[in-house]
């Protein structure tokens, strides 16, 4: 079956920086472009950023655009989200799934505060 497991989460301050990864596994990871998504407290989902199956087009929010770096390793079925200059509006629980068929693993909790 198709599974996500995040990692890289954690507590830091303003301004400071994380790298999320992903592991995929359960259907050919080439084949499909990758997103992340984040939830925040009493918020909706939101599409934080994405990629094309070989990584070459990437989309971001334009809240994240500048700050945030999505990067894709076919030979590991891995996907990466470096996370920079983070603010407190970034805090949510982030989740990797594949672009145009999004399921759902645990998430890995980011909190941006000082």
């Known amino acids: 079956q198709v599974q996500f497991v995040e990692s890289g989460g954690g507590l830091v301050q303003p301004g400071g920086s994380l790298r999320l990864s992903c592991s995929a596994s359960?259907?050919?990871?080439?084949?499909?472009?990758m997103s992340w998504y984040r939830q925040a407290p009493g918020k909706e989902r939101e599409l934080v950023a994405s990629l094309s199956r070989s990584g070459g087009i990437t989309n971001y929010v334009d809240s994240v655009k500048g700050r945030f770096t999505i990067s894709r390793d076919n030979a590991k079925n891995m996907v990466y989200l470096q996370m920079n200059s983070l603010k407190p509006e970034d805090t949510a629980v982030y989740y990797c799934?594949?672009?145009?068929?999004?399921?759902w693993g645990q998430g890995t909790q980011v909190t941006v505060s000082s």
């Open positions: 799934t594949r672009t145009n068929f999004p399921s």
């Open positions: 359960g259907f050919t990871f080439s084949s499909y472009g």
